[in-house]
């Protein structure tokens, strides 16, 4: 077995696999939104973002939680499509934007997601948030926990349609990671927001997202919201090439302005940005040397894909680094997480991906182990 040098130590922890340029710049834009955010729904990063943490009035963009909540009962089995809600009459009363529900009528669960998600429906949302919860009040407190479980943490609900409250309020942060986990998560049921006219008890409406009736190219979703207070805003997704990204923004003040800046920012997104591709699963991106391994050194590698989103001017500066600890103490077992790979690039979020063991690595038998021990004596080390 070979003795471990002391350089390995030292260095074992950082790196550097490619260089940094400081000279390169991010990429500018601006937008008249009051806050708006773009992600790249591979790897969350953002790609633009305009006030993205400040509060908002969401208005029906909240019906995305809404449905998340649906949509989770719906998976594990304990809601079906078919079943049928009875309208209440404070659904019926509802104002608003409506899928015109008659009180005492059952309406099948799709029938009430489809009501919601194309035609904005309260009516369908209030159904939906009081067999679920038994009331509206209650299923806005199951909003809330879910919205800690994913990581929300400039939103609180009061109600299951967005409708105007003080403290009813999100960030386009927020939107912005539940529309990327509806979609990720329920790949199934995220069809319906690709829907772009529905047609209830004999009464046609269409989807109000502007650039899924205008054809913009890859968008298949996902939601619009205004109120007097709130302005208009719109959630949405769109993928070309391989490649999705999300897109929120807020506080517009008509409705053709709220076509046309979403639509700037979604061709800005997909036009200046690039995804690379820097290693496929299972890849080794670093050896870390073992101590007291059967091995000298185990590969490190992520599980998943790992690509970065940048500009053509980010690109230069990109810089990657796999932090670790070194040596790793034997035995290695495949899939334990030994590190970090960090990505940095100007005008980005640095990214940061676990990095784990590729292959399992036996400790060393006693006179292994006995040489890496007097390695460690004559070499020194803390």
């Given at each position: 077995?070979?003795?471990?040098?002391?350089?390995?130590?030292?260095?074992?922890?950082?790196?550097a696999l490619?260089?940094?340029?400081?000279?390169a710049?991010a990429?500018?834009?601006?937008?008249?939104?009051?806050?708006a955010?773009l992600?790249d729904?591979?790897?969350?990063q953002?790609?633009?973002?305009k006030?993205?943490d400040?509060?908002?009035?969401?208005?029906?963009?909240?019906k995305?939680?809404t449905?998340?909540i649906v949509f989770e009962?719906?998976?594990?089995?304990?809601l079906?499509l078919?079943?049928e809600?009875?309208?209440?009459e404070k659904?019926?009363?509802m104002?608003?934007?409506?899928?015109?529900?008659?009180?005492?009528?059952?309406?099948k669960?799709?029938?009430?997601?489809?009501g919601?998600?194309?035609?904005?429906?309260n009516?369908?949302?209030?159904?939906?948030?009081e067999?679920?919860?038994?009331?509206?009040?209650?299923f806005a407190?199951?909003m809330?926990?879910?919205?800690?479980?994913?990581?929300?943490?400039?939103?609180?609900?009061?109600?299951?349609t967005?409708?105007?409250?003080p403290?009813?309020y999100?960030?386009?942060?927020?939107?912005a990671?539940?529309?990327?986990a509806?979609i990720r998560?329920?790949?199934?049921?995220?069809r319906?927001?690709?829907?772009?006219?529905?047609?209830?008890?004999?009464i046609?409406?269409?989807n109000?997202n502007?650039?899924?009736r205008?054809?913009v190219?890859g968008?298949?979703?996902?939601k619009?919201?205004?109120?007097?207070?709130?302005?208009y805003?719109l959630?949405a997704?769109?993928e070309?090439?391989g490649?999705?990204l999300?897109?929120?923004v807020?506080?517009?003040?008509?409705?053709?302005q709220?076509?046309?800046?979403?639509?700037?920012?979604?061709?800005?997104?997909?036009?200046?940005?690039?995804?690379?591709r820097l290693?496929q699963?299972g890849?080794?991106?670093v050896?870390?040397?073992v101590?007291?391994g059967?091995?000298?050194?185990v590969?490190?590698a992520?599980e998943?894909v790992?690509?970065?989103?940048l500009?053509r001017?980010?690109?230069?500066?990109l810089?990657i680094?796999a932090r670790?600890?070194?040596?790793?103490?034997?035995?290695v077992?495949?899939?334990?997480?030994?590190?970090t790979?960090?990505?940095?690039?100007p005008g980005?979020?640095p990214?940061?991906?676990p990095?784990?063991?590729?292959?399992?690595?036996?400790?060393a038998g006693?006179?292994?182990r006995?040489?890496?021990?007097?390695a460690?004596?004559?070499w020194?080390g803390?």
């Amino acid at each position: 077995m070979k003795a471990h040098r002391p350089w390995a130590w030292l260095l074992g922890g950082l790196l550097a696999l490619l260089a940094s340029v400081s000279f390169a710049r991010a990429v500018t834009f601006d937008t008249a939104a009051r806050a708006a955010i773009l992600v790249d729904f591979r790897t969350g990063q953002v790609l633009f973002a305009k006030n993205p943490d400040a509060r908002i009035y969401p208005a029906s963009m909240s019906k995305l939680m809404t449905a998340y909540i649906v949509f989770e009962r719906l998976a594990e089995g304990s809601l079906r499509l078919e079943d049928e809600l009875p309208v209440s009459e404070k659904a019926w009363r509802m104002g608003g934007s409506q899928m015109f529900l008659e009180v005492g009528e059952r309406v099948k669960v799709e029938d009430l997601l489809r009501g919601m998600i194309v035609q904005s429906g309260n009516d369908a949302a209030v159904v939906l948030a009081e067999a679920l919860a038994g009331s509206e009040r209650a299923f806005a407190e199951l909003m809330n926990r879910k919205a800690k479980e994913l990581g929300l943490t400039g939103s609180h609900f009061v109600n299951a349609t967005g409708l105007h409250d003080p403290e009813h309020y999100m960030t386009v942060r927020d939107l912005a990671t539940l529309a990327r986990a509806i979609i990720r998560r329920f790949p199934d049921y995220y069809r319906y927001y690709s829907e772009k006219e529905y047609t209830y008890n004999g009464i046609r409406q269409f989807n109000r997202n502007p650039l899924l009736r205008k054809g913009v190219p890859g968008v298949d979703g996902m939601k619009t919201g205004h109120t007097q207070e709130a302005g208009y805003g719109l959630v949405a997704s769109a993928e070309r090439d391989g490649r999705r990204l999300i897109l929120v923004v807020a506080g517009l003040e008509t409705a053709r302005q709220r076509a046309i800046e979403a639509e700037r920012l979604l061709e800005f997104g997909f036009r200046e940005f690039k995804e690379y591709r820097l290693f496929q699963p299972g890849e080794t991106v670093v050896e870390a040397e073992v101590w007291m391994g059967a091995a000298d050194t185990v590969p490190l590698a992520s599980e998943e894909v790992v690509a970065v989103t940048l500009s053509r001017s980010a690109r230069e500066g990109l810089e990657i680094r796999a932090r670790f600890r070194s040596p790793v103490p034997a035995p290695v077992r495949r899939g334990e997480r030994l590190g970090t790979l960090v990505i940095t690039a100007p005008g980005i979020e640095p990214l940061e991906l676990p990095l784990v063991a590729a292959r399992d690595v036996e400790r060393a038998g006693v006179a292994g182990r006995v040489v890496d021990a007097l390695a460690w004596l004559l070499w020194g080390g803390t």
